[in-house]
């Protein structure tokens, strides 16, 4: 499954970057984050409760960022596993750029999962993740104190 969008966020680049990088941002702007922290220089450990529609499993997950260029891109790479529903992987890329008024922001996406996840469905979970993105960026903004607005994807 692949996923993406383009948010303009009204605040310069170094700020965008730092609420990206914010353990405190990410929990306010994550649906059902229990826990997110910093354990090492490009890695974060988290806990997620994730609707699935009839279904709420609490995911435990391992975030790494690689290729990282401070304040102009990383790769976000995770593995999460969600019990007997089984595990899911992704891997995200964010870019950040300069933008009239602020920061442009480039996110796409690929991933998968196994298990009883994918017996619930493609579609819902794609429609699902999805509208979790859309979402997250805006809720980046909002911890943020800074405005965001989606772009033509």
Not at 28 to 33: F, N, R
Not at 43 to 52: A, G, T
Not at 93 to 117: K, P
């Amino acid at each position: 499954m692949e996923f993406g969008g383009r948010y303009h966020f009204s605040a310069p680049r170094d700020v965008v970057w730092a609420g990206l990088n914010d353990a405190a941002v990410l929990k306010a702007a994550i649906p059902g984050c229990h826990r997110i922290e910093w354990v090492g220089d490009d890695s974060l450990v988290c806990e997620i409760k994730v609707n699935l529609g009839l279904m709420h499993p609490v995911f435990k997950g391992d975030l790494e960022l690689r290729n990282v260029v401070p304040a102009v891109s990383y790769t976000l790479a995770g593995r999460a596993r969600g019990g007997l529903l089984g595990k899911a992987e992704a891997a995200a890329d964010i870019a950040l750029a300069d933008s009239d008024g602020g920061t442009e922001l480039v996110f796409t996406a690929a991933g998968g999962a196994d298990g009883g996840i994918m017996k619930l469905g493609k579609q819902l979970i794609g429609s699902s993740a999805q509208k979790v993105i859309d979402g997250f960026f805006e809720r980046v903004g909002d911890a943020m104190g800074v405005e965001v607005t989606p772009l033509e994807r």
